[in-house]
DNA sequence: GCGCGGGTCATCCGAAAGGTTGATGTGCGA
DNA sequence: TCGCACATCAACCTTTCGGATGACCCGCGC
C-alpha cells in the first residue's frame, strides 16, 4: 500500500517511514513537512492513503491541505494523525474530507489497522476520538456550534469582540448573541472563564 | 551505543527506535512511556543515554523524571527530545541535570550527533535552543515577576479582577496595576490576550 | 543616601464586555 | 407543516476592564 508521510518534523517523519516500511506491508512513496509539498507530491506520487498531522509548522496547515488533497481527481484517502482530540481539530478534519482521525498515543497496531481500513474506504476513528465523537452526539445540548467554536477560538487567540465580528464578516452584536450562548452552554460568565472551561473540555485547542 | 527512549506516543517511540536501530550506531535497549518507568529502567538497563519527551501524558513529568535519573548512581546522559522549544522549558530541563536539549524539528543526523555528543559528555544544544539561550542573557527584562505570575494564573483560570483581589487578599486597584504592568511586558491590551501569550511562552500553565 | 524595581492603593474616565429582550431568516427532521 | 436549533441583528442597561495618573512603603545595590 502507497503512503504519503505529511508531518513537518523530521524526526517523527524518518521514526513513520522506518515504522512503516519495517512491515513490509506499506511502502512510503514520499515525505512532506508543509501542505503546499504535501498536495503536490499527493497528485504526482498516486499514493493510496495521505498521513497528514494537523499541526504543519509553517504556511498551509493540515486542514487546508487534505482539503485541497480532496479536491484532486480520485482523491488518495487521508487519515489525520495527530497529538490533539479537540472537538475542532476533529470536525474540522473530517468535514475537509479526512477518512480517518487518530491519536499519536495509539499504538503501532492501531496505525497500521487504520491506514488497511482507510484505504478500503471505511471511516477509522481510534477509540478516544470516537468516545468524542458519541458523547457529542449524546449530549448535544452541551456541545458547541461550529460557529460558536470559530468564534470562541478567536476570542481565545485574545481578540475583542469587535475584532471578532470584522474578521468574521458579521456584526457585534451577533459576536454577542453566540458568545452569551457560549457562557450559557459552559456554566460561566466571562470571556476568559469560557476559554478555560472550553480548553479543559478539548473544545477548542490553544 | 545503548539507548533508553522515553515518550509517551507509542507510534513516535516505535519510529525512533526503528531510526535508531536501522544506523547500526544505536541499540534501543528499552523503551517508557512515562517518567517512573523510565526511571526505573534507567537504573536496571544501564543504557548509555536517555532520550528523553518532556511531555509525558499522565504522571511524572519529563523534567522530574531526569532529576530523578541524574540522582541515580553513576547516571546516563539525558537528551531532551521535544516539540517545544520555551525558556523555561529549556532551563528547567538543564537545571534538571539534561545534557542535551533538541527539537522534534531537528533532521535526524542532528539527533544522532547530540547523542554522540551527550555521551561524550559535551551539552548539545540544536541551534534555536542556543539561540534562544543567547536570547534570555541579554533580554532578562521581560520576565514577570512571581507575584505577577500568580496574578496572571488567576485570571487565566477565569477570576474576574474582584475576585482576584479577595483571593490575594489585596484591593481591586493592585490587581488592575499588575495587570497594566503584564500587558505592557507581554506586548498586549487585554486580559485574554495576555493569558493567550502568556501560555505561548510557557509563563503559565492552563 | 539615593535610585530603582517591586508591591501596595486611590481616583477618574472612556471603552469594552455582559445581561436582557425581542426580532428575522434558514434548514432540517418529526 | 410545524417545530427547533442555528445564525443573524438591534436596543437598552449595568458591570467590568483598561489607561492615565499619582502616591506610599520596602529592600537592595552603588
Known sequence: MKV??????????????ALLSATGEFDVVGEAEDGATAVRLAASLRPCVVLMDLQLGSGVDGVTATRQIMALDSPPKVVVLTTYDSDADILRAVEAGATGYLLKESPPEELFA????????????????????????????????????????????GRSNREVSRMLFISEATVKTHLAHVYDKLGVDSRTAAVKAAVDRRLIRL
Open 114 to 157: 487504520a491506514l488497511r481500513t482507510a484505504w478500503s474506504g471505511e471511516m477509522a476513528l481510534s477509540p478516544p476520538v470516537a468516545s468524542r465523537m458519541m458523547r457529542r452526539v449524546r449530549a448535544p445540548q452541551l456541545a458547541l456550534s461550529q460557529r460558536e467554536i470559530e468564534i470562541l477560538e478567536l476570542i481565545a487567540a
Open 4 to 17: 504519503l508521510i505529511v508531518d513537518d518534523h523530521p524526526v517523527v517523519r524518518a521514526g513513520l517511514r
